[in-house]
Antibody, heavy 119, light 112 residues
């Protein structure tokens, strides 16, 4: 079974940079996708983007395009979600999810990373 | 891309059956059998309950079932139990926007 381990909670100030991570264990190949999902307090789930870990094909939601960078390092089975200038409105819980290449469902999820942006 | 439409809340008594709908368009649910359903308890990560419209992953109770008709998918929970109280989200593959998937608005299931 694949396990996704996300980096810990972060507290940042507006304008600061941040990179959070999601490492997949229990699967030795790199033919899978990692999706990043945002959830704000009391709100639903929103896809931010997805990336193929093996060949680093990243696709973004129009709502975050240009605001974040999604990347992956296949040598360590880790995906990243990065901001270069955080805003208070980026405060949310972020989940990563795992899908095997060729499937269209998200079989495993990370535990979530809470990002708080406040002055 | 607009979110798929789900009822905000559904409730039922223990032992009853409930159905949650998820309405999309011909660009997503209507044209692909790639609907999956996720259960989320408060403070926890989502967990897949149904994939590809009607398939259950290993370990998921057969009380959970899925179906699709036209642009609407449905999740049915039979023999409702207290532990089923949670939020449920559908998601579908879509050809109309990046990043290829769209979530439903979410449904709060309450066990009376």
């Amino acid at each position: 079974e694949v396990q996704l381990v996300q980096s810990g909670a972060e507290v940042k100030k507006p304008g600061e940079s941040l990179r959070i991570s999601c490492q997949a264990t229990g699967y030795s190949l790199t033919d899978y996708w990692i999706g990043w999902v945002r959830q704000t307090p009391g709100r639903g789930l929103e896809w931010m983007g997805i990336t193929h870990v093996g060949y680093s094909d990243s696709r973004y939601s129009p709502s975050v395009q240009g605001q974040v960078t999604i990347s992956a390092d296949k040598s360590i089975n880790t995906a990243y979600l990065q901001w270069s200038g955080l805003k208070a409105s980026d405060t949310a819980m972020f989940y990563c999810a795992w899908a095997l290449d060729g499937t269209m469902w998200w079989a495993d999820w990370g535990q979530g990373t809470l990002v708080t942006v406040s002055s | 891309q607009s979110a798929l439409t789900q009822p905000a809340s559904v409730s039922g008594s223990p032992g009853q059956s409930i159905t949650i709908s998820c309405t999309g368009t011909s660009s997503d649910i209507g044209d692909y059998n790639f609907v999956s359903w996720y259960q989320q308890h408060p403070g926890k990560a989502p967990k897949v309950m149904i994939y590809d419209v009607s398939n259950r992953p290993s370990g998921i109770s057969d009380r959970f079932s899925g179906s699709k008709s036209g642009n609407t998918a449905s999740l049915t929970i039979s023999g409702l139990q207290a532990e089923d109280e949670a939020d449920y989200y559908c998601t579908s593959y879509t050809r109309s926007s990046s990043p290829d998937y769209v979530f439903g608005t979410g449904t709060k299931v309450t066990v009376l």
